[in-house]
Structures are given as C-alpha cells and as structure tokens.
C-alpha cells in the first residue's frame, strides 16, 4: 500500500514538474516581444522608448540569462507568485486568477457534481427499460453531441432574444455590486442558470449513456445472472451492477475534466460570464504571457489533483484495485 | 440489506457533496466579491435607482484595478474627468480651449507661458486646490518612464514654477507650442497631498491603490477590483463647476460597465440596460430608441484616420508611382458598405480628420488628391513603366521580377478582415497581385515594428488639437531599430519631418504661418503618399433615449464627443453629462 | 467492452490500477479469434444491417459527407464572397439567408462541412495512432517503460491544447485546417492510450500471447498479430469516438478564432454570427445551422457506435 502511494505520488510529482516546465517555456517560445507589444499600446513616444524598454524588461525578469529566469521562475512559485500581468501591469496575475476563479466554480462544481449524479441515475433507469431507454437514450445522444458554446448560444437566443425572460450576460445585475442581499442573489442566480444548463446538459448526456452501456454489461455479466438465478430480486440485482457501473465512470470523471474546463471556458465566453473563461479569453487577445501562463498552470495543477484524489480514492472504493497492487507491476 | 444501506448512504454522500460544495463555492465568491472592493467601498444593498443612473459603457476592457492617472490606456474609465481634472479642456469640434482647473493662461512672451490655478477649487477631503499640485503633477512627468514625459523631452520645457496663484512655464528658443497645447488639456492635475507618498516608479506604471481624492463632478463609489463588472461613480455634491460655471452634471450616478465581447455588450444596450453604448454595432442595432450623434450615414463622428501602410523599404512599395496607382484602385465604397455598412466615411486624401477640415485647402486636394478609379491606376502603372510581361493578368517590376505582396491585419478583427479582403481583390482587378493574410496580433505587431510585411492598416492616432501629431504619426524620424507606435512604413524623408517640426513651433494663434505650413506638409503628403488613407473610423456611439434625453447631436447646440473613451472626458464629453435631462 | 470518450460516457477499462479490469465487466471478444475471417465478415454485415442505430448513425454521416463532397457544387456562391444582401433570411437564391457582410451561409455551411471532417478524420485519426501505440506499448511492456508512456500521457492530459495552438498559429505562418487537426491529433489520444493500455494489460496474460510468446515471437509481432486483431472492433470504435472528439475541440478552437481563418469551418461560422450579434438581431439562420451539423455528424458516430458494440457484442443486443 505504502510502497503503490509512494509509487503514484513520485509519478504525480514528475508529471507536474514536466507540464510546469513546458508551461513556462510556453511564453517564451511565443512569437513577438511582451515588452514591445506593451510599449505599442501605451503609443510610447520613440524619446523615451530606451528607457522603458529597459524598464520594464527588468520588470518582467528578462533581463538575466534564461536559465537564470527558470530558477527564478520556480523560486517565484514556491511563493505562490505568478509574476505580474502583462496587459495589466503591474497586477499580478494570480491577483487577477483569485478575482475569476469564484465565478467558474460557481459555474464548474455544481455542473459537474449535478450531471454527474444526474447523468448516471438517470442512464442506470433507462437500461434495459424500453420506453426510457428509447426515449432518454436519443435526447442523450443529442446532447453530448452538442457543442457547449452552440447550445449556450442557442438557450441564451431562446431564453433572452425570444423570450426575453432571462439575461444573457454578466454575473449579476449592472445595478448591483455583490452584497448579502435577496436582490443580489436571486439577480445571480438569474445569471448562473443558463451557462449552468449549456454545461450541465452537454455533460448530463456523456454520463448518461455511459452508465446506460455499463449497467447493460453488468446486468448480463456472470455475477448478476448467477444473482438472478438465486431467485434474488431485480432491485438488487440492479443495485449491484450500478455500484459496479459507477467505478469505470469515476475514472471517466477524472479524465474528463480537462475537457470539462474547455467547455467552461467558451460557455463563459458566450455569456461574457467573469471566470477564467473570460479571463482567458482576454489574455489570449492581449497576448497577456503570463496571464496564460498563469492560468494554464493553474488549470494543469486543478486537473493533477483532482486526477491524484481519484486515484487515491480509487483504493478505497475498489477492493479488487487492494488486491490487484500486491501483485501489481 | 448492507447493500442497500451502503447504496442509500453514498446517495446522500453524494448529493452531500454537492451541497456543501455549492455553499462552499457560493461563500468563496461572496468573500472575494466583498474583498475584491478597495477601501473606500461603500456597499449598495439596493439596486441603483434607474432614472437617476447613466449606464454607459465602451472604454473599459481591462480589469477596474487600475488607479493611476497617468496610464492614460489602462485607468479606470473616469478617474480623468470624473476625478482628476485637467488645467484646460478642448473642444475638438469647435477647436476651443476652455479654461478649467486653471482658470486662465497666457504666453507672456515667446518663451513663457502663465497659468493661474483657478480659486475656490476644493480636493473631495476638504483641503484647497493650490498651484504646488500643479508643480508636484507636473514635477512627476519627468520621471523618463511616464508616459507624458515628451512634455520635458520634446516640447523644450526647462522649468516650472509657483508664482502665488500662478504656474509659470519657461521655455527654451522655439517652444513646441502644438504639443504643449496638447498637454495643457491631456495632464490630469493630481493632489499632492495624496501622491507625494509614492515613489517614482508607482507614479509612472504602478496601479496606486490610493483613495481616490479629485476635484471633478464625480465621488468614486464602489466597483474597484480584478474582476469586478461595474464601477459606480456619484455626483460630487460641492464640484467646483456649479458655483463657478453654473455647470450641473444630470445623472446622480453614472455606472461604466466593463465589456466583456461586443456581443454581450450590445445586448445590454438592446435590453435597455446601457444608455451610451461606445462599441461597434451593427447599423441594424440603430432602431427604436437608439439614436445617434447625425441621423444618416456616416451616423457617428470620425474618431480616427485608418491608413493603408506600405513598407516603404521593400520594392515596389518604395515607388510613390506604385503607391499612388494602388490608392487609385481600391474600391472604397465596397469597403463602407460591406464591412462597414454605410457606418464610416471615405477619408480624405490628406488623412487629415474632419475636425481639420478648416486646414485642409481644396485646391490642393483636387490637384494631387486621389479616389477609386480602375483606369487610372493601370495608366498610373503602365507609365511608371509596371507592365504585365508573363500575361499572367498581374503586372511585373520593372526588372520583369514578380510582384507578389501581402497585406495583414489581426486575425479576429472582423471589420479590417473583410476590408483588406476587399482593399486585395479590388487592387487585382488594377493588376497589382495582393493576398491577404491574418497573423497573431503580436507577430503583426513585432513584424510591424521590425519592417517585416508588405502592407498593413494602422488607425492609432485620435482626435487631437492638432494635426502635427498625425504628421508625427507618418514622418517621424530617426527610424529606431524597432518602431513601436509611429512611422511604421519606414518613410525617411528629412524635409518632410522637418516640415512637422516646424509646424510643431508655430503657435495657433499665428493662422497665417500656420495654414501655409499646412499647405507644404498636405501638397507633400499627396505627392508622395507615404501612406494611404482609407476611411475615418466612427467614434461609435449609439444613445438610449428610454431614460436620458438631450444627447449630442450634429446641428444643434450639444455638439460633443459622445464618448467614454479616455482623454474624450476632458475634451467636451463632460458637457455631454451637463446637457442630459431625464426622459 | 463500452468504449466511449470521456464525458461522453466512459472508457470502461481506463484509468487506476491496471489489474482492475482483469476482472472488471468486459472480457474483449472472449475466445481467440479462432473463425475465418471472412465468415466473420459477412455475419458482421448480417448483424450490421439489421441494427438501427448503426444504421441511421452511418446514414446521417454518409449524407453530411456526401453534402460536404458535392455541396460546394449546388450554390454559386463563394463562401466569403461579399456579393450578396446582407442579413437576409433564407429564401430560394439563398437557402439558408445570408451573414450581415452579404456571404451565403449555405456555401459557409457546407464548405465547414468539408473542414469538420477533415479535422475530424485527420484528427482522430493521428489521435488513434498515437494512442494505440502508447495503449499496446505501455500496457505489454510494463515496468519503467509503461511509468514512462503513462507520465507521458498524463503530461498531455493536462497540457491545455489551447496554449500550444496558440504558439504554433504564431509560428506556422500557413493557417491551414491540416495544421489544426494534426494539432487536435496530437493533444487528444490521452484516455485513448489508457483505454489500449488497460486492454492490452488484460490480453496479455491470455494463453495464446503466451504461447506466442514462448514461440520466441518479438513483441511487436505479438501485439500485430495476438493482441490488435483481437481488439479490433475496440479499436475501431475507439477511432470513431475520436472523430467525433476532434470535431468538438476543433470545432471549440475555431470559436474561440484560434483556427485558420481564411477559409471556412463550422466553429468558425459560430464564432462569427456570434461576434456580429446574430442572437440578438435574430439572424437564426446564420448561427442555428453550424451547431445542427456538429451534432448531426457527432450524434452520428456516437450512435453508430453503440450500434456497433451491439453487434459485436450479442449479450447487448435489444431484448
């Protein structure tokens, strides 16, 4: 046991210390001067073009050898600081990340956690249920087939253009700023629940027919026949089967969560929604470096340990996952 | 029965989970929405009230952290103008300077200029406006990385000082008095009292978190933060302006709110929930209770020349007889009508903006100028001895070498997109091969600024008080190893630079010198066409009428900059605010 | 054996300690192939045909493509071509109305047709080398190797795709949908390699690799010829998820306008009608078709792969 957690945490370490290091090397390799972008958009006079140039390749740490910037950079790290944003100098960038992140939380866990529960109920009732399946099954198909940004344009074009009953855009109302108050939170709930649906329903449909395809293999797997045959009743058959089924879709969850952040973003994009998306979004048409780089690390370190405590949990909850690791490889 | 209970409880755990992490998320945000307002914010628990609010949006697409003054392309929309004041303000439309926080101002002979710090001026803490803020604001521009250091470098200034209430500049030999007039209404007067604690550094690219203490009609009230959407602002209740100028501003709060894409934007302008609406829209937007500052075509003012740039260094673009035949073939009005539908206007040949106008001399235009004509370009380049040798429809050097150029813009920028698609399919019917092509951003920038690329638009240069800073924008010499914001087509021509230099220390009050400067640097500019100007580009701004009346209109007497955009505060957009009536 | 893409369902064997799935639900086609090939086809095309969803999934993809091939034939229209009215609703000259710059959506529409299924196939289809060959790789050598293949593939789990697009649209001066795709290829084969790997670690403890093994064949024989054929159907269903997979990313990148931008795509027409407030002036037209081809040629697969892993599979088959 010791010696497999060891053997994951050692894998985990690497894997962060490689995706970080081509993270930092991303700015770095990307066409076009950080600094000479900035100077053009403050329209700098030629005059004084020497100075600020020197000035701010010293801000941003371009002025000692590029070996010298990695260690920097590693060092800066470990102090949770992500140099300083571009576009928005001098604000650092995790500054501007800790500003976004509540808002995609808000969007990401409730959508995530909702259709995963959702989806898998839902997908173990319609197996081997013909109305519910013939019916559930088509609409799932849809879904998962739908590309998020399309079917937020589409409930934002329904529910604000035709219907007129929703906003399509922001957190909350222009004439509120965020307070503890009835107002402000039924204004934002009003925001949240369209980018919300686009992302729970696209995800509602993947887990959906993936519990649905795994329950019909559990159900005629060995086990459940033998339980069958024993005269046990249906409910606990399918009981069963669903604790079996929901295993493969965990490591499915794992898997898809970089995915998952993909489709936050351009669903926060269609409905201008202040998380990373946006942030995101911003950054890359402001050739922000850092700001990108700061995100993008953000993103890699959120996966790698939600992949991490799947993983781990994976132990717990599998007692044939105990067994095979003895023997393991 | 385990099972069950085991499958009941991982039920619960579930939905559990959810919950708590909902609440979790919901607290976090609330924290960070609490937190993410500086000090002096005061919470509103209630909505703002709708017919005293101004909505308005269209500056802002950076985060609402930026508190300094001095980075006129990052602040927060308002801290000039709404708080921070300038001695002067301009009216570009009428070409008229008004006296503001300094009350008056006078060259007392070539080389010194006097102005006197306006009395009864009171910073929002109570303490008096005195002309050592002017010095100390002044003294910070000569920090060589503030942005508005060509006032010390360029302008031949060689000292500032209080004199009682007045400020009294000296200069060298030959001031430069159109640059100098530029500042006097573009340096926001900060309070010394306030800045003097920060070092040199913040005050010329730190954000300064400071409270914001200003002169201006408005009293930030809440909204500063990375992530924030809105910055509110409400009406200064002692603005020196009232008792001084019988100046009111009408909307008890104005709201700017950030954009996040042009199509969210616009949809809060259509829902109603945005009165002045500084962002591109569609013509068909304009409806209803949109209106705009002319009732037709072009609809919106011309806020900035947009120029074909040619590399001046690459052949044949060093030819001015191949630039001219190029102006000649691009059809202008495919441009206004497709990627513009009818909401721009064809520039002039001079470049010059139509608040110029006054300067432009029509003969010279009808003599050397240039419009859309097919005939004319290919005679232009048969003569210049271009001529298509390989049959190939397409027109060779004159050493028989392939002409093969490439023009660029952003990818993304949809407008120029379509335009320069245009500009290459309309050159091709004159026999002048063009592709276009659409980099990155930055790689047309760094390209830009390094001399790699065939053609490209540029529109960088805003109203101004004076066209010496469009002809800095095209003549501007030395050429630097890397050219950052001016000259981006490489143009070496001495004379001519020399011509904008002259015209830089010619007082405006000398119209006769003036207009003849003008004239040399216009009839050279035709000739040579260094750069070829396409289309003025609109100072988009579409107006609700449901909640706020009285908006600028051409031909009548609220004739403004109808804009949000920085340094248009300080021109006539404030008026804009003192003229609204509630609908 | 439920093969599917991750958050469109699951990878049944991917993922955690390898042994797991040794005894998890699937056992992938059971016995060793043992019937001649050819019967084997025809009872797959027996069963083939009489199975809807493969059916309908197969004809909705067929007729996308075949209007992606021969669309660009039927409209005279250049898809950015400004000749026309602009914002016009669909009517007989133009069949599905035209974009606020006067472009016909039709010829936008099936000219992104042509650029889907190029991202998708070429996509999926880097996508599916790569993953099986790490998948079979990882999963018969074990040991360092395997630790080695499988940070590899957790590296680019986690790399976001959008940040190396980025780069490479700054540097490859040629934007090209082949560029995209081989990009899109290159960053989605991760669940992919796990789903093989998982497979293959199962497969190999089979008595027939190790006979084979024992017969002194290399490994890369084995894998040809012992484990792939054995896993065919997986790995062709495996190639349809990633084609579908790709279309969707592609299709993201394209909105986000970090895609070529000089010729059309679907992603693209969104990005587009989206950028020009088409929702909000009511141009249904311009933005409703590129989402409804994205889902159809998507659905499609997804559903012809169910189909499939019903006929492969008899124990699935509707009761």
Known sequence: MAHYLARKVVI????????????????????????????????????????????????????????????????????????????????????????????????????????????NKVGALAARRKVLDNTALPVSYVLTATPQMWLGIVLAWVFATVLGVLPVSGAYDLSLQPTWSWEFVRSFLEHWILPFSALFLVAFGGWAIGMRNMIIYELEADYSNYLASLGAPTKLVRRYAYRNALLPQITGLALALGAVVAGAIVVEIVFSYPGLGSLTLSAIQNRDYFLIQGIFLFLIVGVLLANFIIDIAYVFIDPRTRIGMQGGA | MTSMRITKRRTAGVLGAILALGAAAAVVFMTAGGASGAGSQTGTATALPRSQTFYMSGNQWSPNNDLNPAKNWDYITGLVGFAYETPFRYDPLKDKFTPWLASAGKWKSKSTYVMTVRKGVKWSDGKALTAKDFIFTLSTLKIPTHAQNPLWRDTGLKSVAAKGNTVVFKFGANPGYQQFDFYRYNVAIVPRHVFARFGKTDLASGNLKQPIVGTGPYLYQSGIGTQTQTVVWKKNPNWWATKALGLRVAPKYVVDIKNGTNAAALANFVSGNIDLFNNFAPKSAIRGSAKTYFSKAPYHLGANTTWLFP????????????????????????????????????????????????????????????????????????????????????????????????????????????????????????????????????????????????????????????????????????????????????????????????????????????????????????????????????????????????????????????????????????????????? | MAVSKPGAGVVTTAGAPAPAEATGPISPQGAPAAAPITARRSEFLYFAFRNWKFVVGLAVVLFLFALAIFGPMLTPHEPLEFGGPTDQAPSSDYWFGTTSFGQDVFSQFVHGLRATFLVGLVGGGIAWLIGATVGFTAGYRSGWLDDVLNMITNVVLVIPTLAILIIVAAYVNVHSYATEAILVGLTSWPWAARAVRAQTFSLKTREFVDIARIS?????????????????????????????????????????????????????????????????????????????????????????????DEIFNPKLREV
């Open chain 1, 12 to 119: 985990y370490l690497l894997t962060f210390y490689v995706a970080v290091t081509i993270d930092w090397a991303i700015p770095r390799f990307m066409p076009g001067d950080p600094v000479e972008g900035l100077l053009s958009r403050m329209q700098a006079q030629p005059g004084s073009q020497e100075e600020l140039t020197g000035y701010y390749t010293k801000a941003f740490g371009f002025d000692v050898p590029i070996w010298k910037q990695y260690l920097n950079f590693w060092a800066a790290l470990f102090h949770g600081d992500l140099g300083p944003s571009v576009a928005n100098f001098p604000t650092p960038v995790w500054e501007l990340i800790r500003g976004a992140l509540p808002y995609t939380l808000a969007l990401l866990v409730p959508a995530v956690l909702l259709s995963f529960w959702a989806g």
């Open chain 2, 311 to 583: 590399n001046t260094t690459r052949k044949p673009l060093d030819d001015k007889q191949f630039r001219r035949a190029l102006a000649y073939s691009i059809n202008m009005s495919q441009i206004i009508d497709k990627a513009y539908q009818g909401l721009v206007e064809k520039a002039s040949p001079t470049g010059l903006l139509p608040i110029w106008k006054k300067w432009v001399n029509p003969s010279l235009v009808k003599k050397y100028g240039f419009s859309y004509n097919q005939a004319k370009a290919k005679s232009i380049l048969a003569a210049a001895g271009y001529r298509d040798r390989n049959g190939d429809g397409y027109v060779e050097n004159k050493d028989g070498s392939k002409i093969d150029l490439e023009i660029i813009c952003p990818n993304g920028w949809s407008d120029w997109m379509t335009s320069i698609q245009i500009i290459a399919s309309s050159a091709k019917a004159a026999g002048i091969k063009i592709t276009p092509a659409f980099p990155e951003y930055n790689t047309l920038v760094d390209d830009r600024g390094h001399a790699r690329y065939d053609l490209l638009l540029g529109n960088d240069r805003q109203y101004s008080n004076t066209p010496w800073t469009y002809y800095q924008y095209i003549y501007r010499l030395p050429i630097l190893s890397n050219q950052t914001s001016m000259n981006y087509e490489r143009y070496e021509n001495a004379k001519a630079w020399n011509l904008t230099k002259g015209l830089d220390k010619i007082p405006s009050s000398n119209v006769k010198a003036y207009r003849s400067q003008m004239a040399k640097l216009q009839t050279m500019f035709m000739q040579d066409l260094p750069a070829i100007p396409l289309w003025y580009n609109g100072m988009w701004a579409m107006f609700n009428t449901k909640h706020w009346t009285g908006w600028p209109a051409a031909g009548s007497d609220r004739q403004f900059t109808p804009s949000t955009w920085r340094n248009y505060w300080q021109m006539t957009s404030i008026d804009m605010l003192t003229h609204l009536r509630p609908a």
């Open chain 3, 216 to 308: 002194g064949r290399k490994t890369r024989q084995i894998i040809a010829s012992e484990i792939a054929p054995n896993m065919s159907s997986y790995l062709l269903m495996m190639f349809i998820l990633l084609f579908g997979g790709a279309i969707l990313i592609g299709a993201s990148l394209d909105f986000l306008g970090l895609g070529p931008s000089e010729s059309m795509s679907l992603g693209l027409m969104m990005n587009n009608a989206f950028l020009s407030s088409a929702l909000l002036l009511g141009s249904w037209w311009w933005f409703i078709p590129p989402g409804v081809g994205i889902i159809c040629i998507v659905g499609g697969l997804y559903v012809m792969n169910v189909g499939l």
